[in-house]
């Protein structure tokens, strides 16, 4: 993760001197938590056709918890970076889409993210075995299900958020 994330702003500074560190650090935790997710969902069917990955299997709950710490840190950042110094509460500009008008025809692609962060700290909170033994097998499975949900919500994050970028259109 250190050298996907100094690689990402380290090549981001060569390729575009005039992006700022906080917004290469902003995508570089998103795209390396988005990553993360895609090896994680990965592994349940790599499983099924090599077998001898089944450590893998067994401990990608600390890699979808490395990956929530990762999203958390890209969350961070990012309300810190455009949603702090406004004139909004930063959890009441993050709902309303970054204080974008209404009718400004912008998604608010930042209400996707901050319910994919729920879903994936909900995940990861419960990731070890004593939840497992204390919610049943069933919810347990059923809370982790969310996954997808959570993995739904963060293409639409990505999509929206990629097209309101500037020169975007």
């Known amino acids: 993760v250190v050298a996907y994330l100094g690689l990402f702003v380290g090549g981001g500074l060569a390729l575009f001197p ?10 570089g935790l998103g795209s390396a938590a988005f990553l993360m997710l895609h090896v994680i969902l990965a592994i ?15 401990n990608r709950r600390h890699l979808g918890v490395t990956m929530f710490m990762l999203a958390l840190a890209h969350a961070t950042i990012s309300t810190i970076q455009f949603h702090v110094l ?5 959890l009441v ?3 309303s889409g970054g204080g974008a008008p209404v009718g400004s025809g912008t998604v608010p692609f930042q209400i996707f993210g901050f ?18 033994s204390r919610l ?31 020169g975007s259109s």
């Open 93 to 95: 500009s993050i709902l």
């Open 115 to 132: 319910a994919a962060l729920i879903l994936l700290f909900l995940m990861a909170a419960t990731s070890h075995d004593f939840w497992l």
């Open 86 to 90: 406004g004139v909004l509460n930063p």
């Open 44 to 58: 349940g069917p790599l499983h099924r056709l090599v077998p001898a990955s089944a450590p893998l299997l067994y």
């Open 136 to 166: 049943s097998p069933e919810t347990w499975k059923r809370l982790h299900m969310g996954v997808y949900a959570a993995y739904t919500l963060l293409v639409a994050h990505v999509i929206f958020g990629i097209t309101q970028q500037p």
């Open 18 to 27: 005039d992006a700022t560190i906080e917004t290469l650090l902003i995508r």
